[in-house]
């Protein structure tokens, strides 16, 4: 499975970006995907998550209602759209994917796949 995230960049806080990331390869119904974060100094940290056929959805509790996560399967892409940002969402975004037959997995660990990270960086 390969992972090709896009769409980071520069906004002021308050706008909005919309992250895809791009599926290639073998997948499975059973997989989850997931958008995690990285601030400088800081640990890698789960945003949201959702399932490849059911369209389950988990998010970061401090992040419902601006983030959201969605995906089509007909393009093999995982979108996260970002809203209201402030300058804690500066971070690099990566994109995952798990084998998860039973629930949406917030850890690192549990993803076996990742794409290469977008910066996303919000001027205040």
């Known amino acids: 499975v390969q992972l090709q995230a896009s769409g980071g960049g520069l906004v002021q806080a308050g706008g909005s970006l919309r992250l895809s990331c791009a599926v290639s390869?073998?997948?499975?119904?059973?997989?989850?995907m997931g958008w995690f974060r990285q601030a400088p100094g800081k640990e890698r940290e789960f945003v949201a998550g959702?399932?490849?056929?059911?369209?389950?959805?988990v998010y970061r509790d401090s992040l419902k209602g601006r983030f959201t996560i969605a995906r089509d399967n007909a393009e093999n892409t995982v979108f996260l759209q970002m809203n209201s940002l402030n300058a804690d969402d500066t971070a690099v975004y990566y994109c995952?994917?798990?084998?998860?037959?039973?629930?949406?997995?917030?850890?690192?660990?549990?993803?076996?796949?990742w794409g290469q990270g977008t910066q996303v960086t919000v001027s205040s």
């Open positions: 995952a994917a798990g084998d998860m037959p039973s629930r949406i997995f917030s850890r690192v660990y549990e993803y076996d796949y």
């Open positions: 390869g073998r997948t499975s119904s059973s997989y989850v």
């Open positions: 959702i399932t490849w056929s059911g369209g389950l959805t």
